[in-house]
């Protein structure tokens, strides 16, 4: 083969793997990994049907926070089958939301012996003539959301699921719509508990 075409086609190669890795590296970027645990005694024959938000009286007591989740877990009930309850209409199940937020601030003293990407597998610092292991705190969130699912005539809980996932940032409302997500993936499938689910990032 003449070495011309040879390295046209090398080039090409190259080009190809490359936009390959790159739209990997995009797709990574668009999706999220969570936890997920589920739980719950769903009819087999049961459709998802119409809903209502039902709030507790703490979440009633702030509406504008209780209206912002809401509205987190709306797009995950829609895409399990569920439809929002239109006004003079009977809902066939009532849903409760909750979310939580923990942030912790880990020194090296947390994880001494470097389990979990401590500080001997953490960051390193040049302080001639040797790398050190970098000494500053470490910020981290745990971010959770749950959904209760009651029949509305009975008030039987019917379903169960919560969804959590951790990282450097708090994140926002785009992740606590994903958690929802993935806290309704596998609906109405139960366990096993806990377990991995990747969702996209709305």
């Given amino acids: 083969m003449p070495k011309p075409r040879r390295r046209a086609l090398l080039a090409a190669a190259t080009a190809a793997a490359l936009a390959a890795t790159l739209l990997a590296g995009c797709a990574a970027l668009n999706t999220m990994s969570a936890e997920i645990s589920t739980w719950g005694d769903w009819p087999a024959d049961r459709k998802p049907g119409r809903y209502a938000f039902d709030r507790l009286p703490s979440q009633s007591a702030q509406p504008e926070a209780a209206a912002r989740l809401e509205d987190a877990a709306r797009a995950a009930l829609e895409a399990a089958g569920f439809r929002v309850d239109q006004p003079g209409d009977k809902p066939d199940v009532l849903v409760q939301v909750a979310a939580r937020n923990s942030r912790a601030d880990l020194d090296i003293w947390a994880d001494p012996l470097g389990w979990r990407g401590g500080w001997l ?5 040049w302080v001639e003539p040797l790398w050190w292991p970098d000494l500053h705190a470490r910020t981290r969130y745990e ?4 959904l209760l699912l009651r029949d509305a005539e009975s008030g039987k809980p019917l379903y169960e699921a919560r969804a959590s996932n951790e990282g450097a940032n708090a994140g926002g409302s785009a992740l606590q719509q994903a958690l929802f997500r993935a806290a309704l993936a596998d609906f109405p499938r139960t366990g096993p508990n806990p377990r ?4 996209t990032l709305p």
């Avoid at 991995?196 to 969702?199: A, D, P």
Wanted: charged share 40%; aromatic share 0%.
């Fill in 143 to 146: 971010r959770e959301v749950a």
């Fill in 121 to 125: 597998r953490g960051r390193r610092v």
């Fill in 196 to 199: 991995q689910v990747t969702v």
